[in-house]
């Protein structure tokens, strides 16, 4: 198969415009991929921002003025990495320009930007849109998806999904923008970190449909640019108790979203239980997977046994990598990239794909609630 030449550009030249514009210059890595990505354009306010993508060779075009990308018809998709209170004009502009467009979380500073967004893919029939979720391309993740798709967990009896940061710890940290409600959005860690948690339970079909929220706003002021202290009014750390259905059996799923867990770097967790069997996975521990059963032990009889279980570098997409290896977050963009372009082009097949930005819009009816829920300190129906 000869691989078809995409050009892409970034808008937000930021962590995660690095991080793929990193990833794609390992794409050699996948194999049979129909698609041969070309990093050719970044766009960031920052002069200063754009020197670092001198280091990419295919780069041509580097611009403060994100227009300046959609206005250029070599470029076929674009990525975009930008506050959230711009998500909204920026992602339907680059709609409207009919490229297509690979959108960072949380899809709209809230639903009605979210709603307008999916508008404006409703109006142009031919776009093709995803929202950015990387962690589920973890090969344990993978693994414990197809083990509750099996039906191995019987009649469910719990799961549970988070994304724990330690990264605010540090009270002396000085204010970003993500800590500030008129940036990040009313929704706080909700919309910081919240699809992370959510990509799974609904793809799984675990759209909850009632919702009790906690959330913490544990550091309330933080160092402005001049070191005066200065509203931090974000919500910091969020865990929503819900009542979701898991083939027709109502069943408890909690989502934690925390941007102040001690102790934690970046962890991605799932969990689901159930009375035949169950699944867990932590990217603490990348390679191990976790399953639940009845086992017979010589001498002893049959006993409960969580089994562990390496997962290896296997993933969505087959990559040149061993099996044996260790797998890590710069794999699971190239994954994530990976389905997004197989899925544009049609040849994913029944890959596991990259969030729609239907489920996108549902999280910010889960914020939603989840806020409703907090201020009433009671249980919301979805």
Known sequence: MTAREVNIGIIGGGLMGREIAAALQRWPALIDHPVRPRLTAVCDIDPAALDWFDEIDTVTTKATDYRDLLSDSSIDVVYVAVRHDLHQGIYTDVIASGKALLAEKPFGIDAAAAGAILEEIAAEPGSFVRCSSEMPFFPGAQWAIDYVRSGALGTIVEARSSFLHSSDVDVTKPISWKRQARFCGEAGVLNDLGLHTWHIPLR??????????????????????????????????????????????????????????????????????????????????????????????????????????????????????????????????????????????????????????????????????????????AAVRL
């Open 204 to 377: 799984l079909g675990w759209t909850p449909d009632q919702i009790y929220a906690v959330l913490q706003n544990i550091v309330p002021e933080r160092p402005g640019p001049d070191g005066v202290l200065v509203p931090c009014d974000t919500w910091d750390n969020a865990v929503l108790h819900c009542w979701a259905t898991h083939e027709g059996v109502r069943f408890p799923l909690t989502v934690a979203t925390k941007r102040i867990d001690p102790g934690e770097k970046n962890t991605w967790e799932f969990e689901a239980v159930g009375l035949g069997g169950g699944v867990r996975f932590s990217t603490k521990n990348p390679k191990r997977v976790e399953v639940f059963t009845m086992a017979d032990i010589p001498g002893i009889g049959r006993e409960q046994a969580w089994q562990r279980l390496d997962a290896g570098s296997r993933s969505v997409w087959p990559t040149v990598t061993g099996p044996n290896f260790e797998f890590g977050f710069s794999d699971s963009i190239l994954q994530m990239w990976a389905v997004f372009l197989a899925e544009r082009e049609g040849l994913l097949g029944h890959r596991f794909g990259t969030a729609r930005p239907e489920e996108a819009v549902i999280t910010h009816e889960i914020y939603r609630a989840a806020l409703r829920s907090h201020a009433d300190g």
